[in-house]
Every structure is written in structure tokens, then in C-alpha cells.
Antibody, heavy 122, light 108 residues
Framework: EVQLVESGGGLVKPGGSLRLSCAAS????????MNWVRQAPGKGLEWVSS????????YYADSVKGRFTISRDNAKNSLYLQMNSLRAEDTAVYYC???????????????WGQGTLVTVSS | DIQMTQSPSSVSASVGDRVTITCRAS??????LAWYQQKPGKAPKLLIY???SLQSGVPSRFSGSGSGTDFTLTISSLQPEDFATYYC??????????FGGGTKVEIK
């Protein structure tokens, strides 16, 4: 069974940093691209960042570029999101999600974690 | 950037009703469109990919259609467990993904 479990969320002051983790199991983690998607309270879904299976390709939404860093450790089946210079508008539930492995599932997020809440407030 | 516009933003319907949700892309995205269902406090769940392919385990009352810029998600006979928020997402510009604003399906 595919499982994605996020951790690392919490309360942080504006300008602070936080590192999110996502532990993957039930599939060959090193074969899949992974993403972070966030959802502000009461709002819709916003794509944050994507990393290819071997970390060769990394992309960010403009809203987080230069402040957030996505990474992965395939030996540990783990995905990370280092968040620096946090702002109030970064407050959201952060989900890690797997990109489907077939051609038709390209760019489609077929499994999601339960999310971890990040609150940026003084 | 590709923008995704969903309509309506909310819909009230009864059990057994046929419900249709529309998603429009700001430019052509071929069939690179997915639909997700999200219930309160839960993660989104993939329903439809490549515009019309049903994800494994998803009931057949859900169907998707469209290509280019205009897409629809149809629930043929609304069930109590279908009351949720639905999002479309374009995958044409993968890895940069864009979601629609969501459509909340409420009990009438």
C-alpha cells in the first residue's frame, strides 16, 4: 500500500525557517517524481515545487522561488522541503504527492499524504 | 502561465441528481487534465486523469470529458459520500501544475 506521511509542520515566526519531511513507503520511491502542494486555510490548492526521480530536475512556483528548497534522499525514501524567510501568506497545510508513473498519469498526483500544517505568525 | 477556471464555485444538489462541473483552461492543454475530490480535513483524492480516464477504485458514476480548453466532470447519480469539493488541475505544463479554484458540492 502506498503511504506518504508528512511531518515537521508547526508554528514559526515571520522570517523564520522550517523543514518539512515526507516519508514514503509501499512503492519504489526512487522511480517517481514528487511534489509539494499547499492549501491555505479555507482556500484552494496551490502547487509549490516538483523534483524528478533522480533530483535532476527541480521546479518551484514563483511564490516560493528563492525561499524554499525541495530535495529528496532516495536511500531513505524521503522527500523534504526547506522553507526559509517564511511569511504569513505561507500559512497552509502542506501535502507531499506522488506523480503517477505512466505516460497518461504524467503530471497527475495519484497519491497524497495527509498533510502537515505550517503556521507563520508572530 | 496557464490559468484554470472552474464553474460553478458551489452547487446544491440532492442525492440521485446528475451534477456537472466545468473547468476551462486559459490556453489549450490537449487532454492533460485531472480531477480531484477533497473532503473536509482530508487530502485530495484523484478521480480522473487524462481528461476521461477513471482512476482505479473510483466509482463509475464519475466521468470526465473534454479536450483543448473546455472540460467537464459529471457525477451521474449523486451519492451521500460525494458531497465534497472538486478541483481540476492541468498537467500540460508539467512540472508546473495549476489547479482550478474548486467547486463545492453541497446538500440541497
Amino acid at each position: 500500500e502506498v503511504q506518504l506521511v508528512e511531518s515537521g509542520g508547526g508554528l514559526v515566526k515571520p522570517g523564520g525557517s522550517l523543514r518539512l519531511s515526507c516519508a514514503a513507503s509501499g512503492f519504489t520511491f526512487s522511480s517517481y517524481s514528487m511534489n509539494w502542494v499547499r492549501q491555505a486555510p479555507g482556500k484552494g490548492l496551490e502547487w509549490v515545487s516538483s523534483i524528478s526521480s533522480s533530483s535532476s530536475y527541480i521546479y518551484y512556483a514563483d511564490s516560493v522561488k528563492g525561499r524554499f528548497t525541495i530535495s529528496r534522499d532516495n536511500a531513505k525514501n524521503s522527500l523534504y522541503l526547506q522553507m526559509n524567510s517564511l511569511r504569513a501568506e505561507d500559512t497552509a497545510v502542506y501535502y507531499c504527492a506522488r506523480v503517477g508513473g505512466t505516460w497518461l498519469l504524467r503530471g497527475t498526483l495519484d497519491y497524497w499524504g495527509q498533510g502537515t500544517l505550517v503556521t507563520v505568525s508572530s | 502561465d496557464i490559468q484554470m477556471t472552474q464553474s460553478p464555485s458551489s452547487v446544491s444538489a440532492s442525492v440521485g441528481d446528475r451534477v456537472t462541473i466545468t473547468c476551462r483552461a486559459s490556453q489549450g492543454i490537449s487532454s492533460w487534465l485531472a480531477w480531484y475530490q477533497q473532503k473536509p480535513g482530508k487530502a485530495p483524492k484523484l478521480l480522473i486523469y487524462a481528461a476521461s480516464s477513471l482512476q482505479s477504485g473510483v466509482p463509475s458514476r464519475f466521468s470526465g470529458s473534454g479536450s483543448g480548453t473546455d472540460f467537464t466532470l459529471t457525477i451521474s447519480s449523486l451519492q451521500p459520500e460525494d458531497f465534497a469539493t472538486y478541483y481540476c488541475q492541468q498537467a500540460n505544463s508539467f512540472p508546473a501544475l495549476t489547479f482550478g479554484g474548486g467547486t463545492k458540492v453541497e446538500i440541497k
